[in-house]
């Protein structure tokens, strides 16, 4: 067995390449942005997705943008301003949920802020920005991982649901990122996987992962997860997240809340694994965080396959949020915190993590 499978599902050459998420696991096709308009297209459509990977890909997003108003003559440091504001605002618009788009774009606003030379220099400074990000997130999954392998207890039964792992991430992973560190410590692992309705990212993505990583893991149907662990066949249960609130509210992928309400029946410990990019500590509660709706086909079908009339009403909630009051611990690359949330978390942030 090795966890020692990784993929990088964001990467730059000249543009931003993106490994396709809606072919996987059938085929392994990349699609280049080579400008704002595709990079806005593909984080949409879910070509990309999962939080930090979508903040990496909008920092690169930016670097785009640069180029390409050089490339349409604009030399005025002013202009280039307002040219990238208006692309960071299409960028921040691409999904409303997860936080790390938006923290992502003010980290590059910063740098267009701060930039005194030509255009060319400063999509020099965006891209070593957009590079600093990258491999910021990167060594923040690895220290995830390392952190919550020490909760997994050894012979352990975890269930996930959605994909938090390299896919998500600019690699490694974070809730798989976990998995991957309890495996690598020496610890024996078996991953029950959510399918993950309506777009089966655990169906195509964690079973993919996990599989060529070469750990054990079972895929389930979303309604089965209660009755796995009613049968006393889960120990932990690791999930990532799109945004977490200054109170510890977690928003996730929708049926994450059904998940940590059965955890808490059956006394299971409910851990969310995410980079400190992911906290939002401007959002006071989940009340406050903005649900994605989707596209009402997403249900209506399976992998392009109809399953319901043309016409028949839908309600497609991308995300759901699971209160603080059933989320055991939170595991960032700072540290573990636990409630309460509303001083931890802060503590966390400003670099006192315990």
Same mark, same amino acid.
């Given at each position: 067995m090795t966890s020692g499978f990784d993929v990088e599902p964001v990467r730059w050459d000249d543009a931003v390449l993106l490994l396709d998420q809606r072919r996987?696991?059938?085929?392994?096709?990349?699609?280049?942005?080579?400008?704002?308009?595709?990079?806005?297209?593909?984080?949409?459509?879910?070509?990309?997705? %999962?939080?930090?990977?979508?903040?990496?890909?909008?920092?690169?997003?930016?670097?785009?943008?640069?180029?390409?108003?050089?490339?349409? %003559?604009?030399?005025?440091?002013?202009?280039?301003?307002?040219?990238?504001?208006?692309?960071?605002?299409?960028?921040? %618009?691409?999904?409303?949920?997860?936080?790390?788009?938006?923290?992502?774009?003010?980290?590059?606003?910063?740098?267009?802020?701060?930039?005194?030379?030509?255009?060319?220099?400063?999509?020099?400074?965006?891209?070593?920005?957009?590079?600093?990000? +990258?491999?910021?997130?990167?060594?923040?999954? +690895?220290?995830?991982?390392?952190?919550?392998?020490?909760?997994?207890?050894?012979?352990?039964?975890?269930?996930? +649901?959605?994909?938090? %792992?390299?896919?998500?991430?600019?690699?490694?992973?974070?809730?798989?990122?976990?998995?991957?560190?309890?495996?690598?410590?020496?610890?024996?692992? +078996?991953?029950?996987?959510?399918?993950?309705?309506?777009?089966?990212?655990?169906?195509?993505?964690?079973?993919?992962?996990?599989?060529?990583?070469?750990?054990?893991?079972?895929?389930i149907p979303d309604g089965a997860a209660a009755s796995v662990m009613a049968r006393g066949r889960v120990d932990v249960v690791v999930v990532g997240a799109d945004r977490i609130a200054a109170n510890g509210d977690v928003a996730n992928k929708i049926g994450t809340y059904g998940v940590a309400l059965a955890a808490a029946a059956h006394d299971i410990p409910f851990l969310v694994a995410a980079p400190c990019s992911t906290v939002d500590l401007d959002c006071a509660n989940g009340d406050a965080i903005v649900v994605e709706e989707r596209d009402p086909d997403e249900v209506r079908s399976v992998c392009g396959q109809a399953v319901a009339p043309p016409a028949q009403a839908v309600a497609n909630p991308a995300f759901d949020v699971t209160p603080a009051h059933l989320v055991a611990a939170i595991v960032t690359e700072r540290g573990v915190v636990r409630a309460p949330y509303d001083t931890s978390l802060r503590r966390l942030t400003r670099g006192l993590g315990t």
């Open positions: 996987l696991p059938f085929e392994e096709t990349w699609v280049r942005c080579g400008d704002v308009a595709s990079v806005v297209a593909a984080v949409r459509d879910l070509t990309v997705r %999962g939080a930090p990977a979508i903040g990496i890909t909008a920092a690169y997003g930016m670097v785009v943008a640069a180029r390409e108003l050089a490339a349409g %003559g604009v030399g005025d440091l002013g202009t280039a301003r307002e040219g990238l504001q208006e692309a960071a605002g299409l960028l921040r %618009g691409a999904r409303p949920t997860a936080v790390n788009l938006g923290w992502a774009l003010d980290r590059q606003l910063e740098v267009v802020a701060a930039a005194h030379a030509d255009v060319t220099a400063l999509s020099a400074a965006l891209l070593a920005s957009a590079q600093r990000i +990258h491999a910021d997130e990167v060594n923040a999954c +690895h220290a995830i991982g390392r952190l919550g392998a020490a909760l997994v207890p050894e012979d352990a039964n975890l269930l996930t +649901h959605c994909n938090a %792992g390299a896919l998500a991430t600019g690699g490694f992973g974070t809730a798989l990122g976990v998995v991957r560190a309890a495996v690598a410590a020496g610890k024996s692992v +078996h991953v029950w996987v959510d399918e993950t309705r309506p777009v089966l990212q655990g169906a195509r993505l964690t079973a993919w992962e996990l599989g060529r990583a070469g750990i054990p893991n079972t895929l």
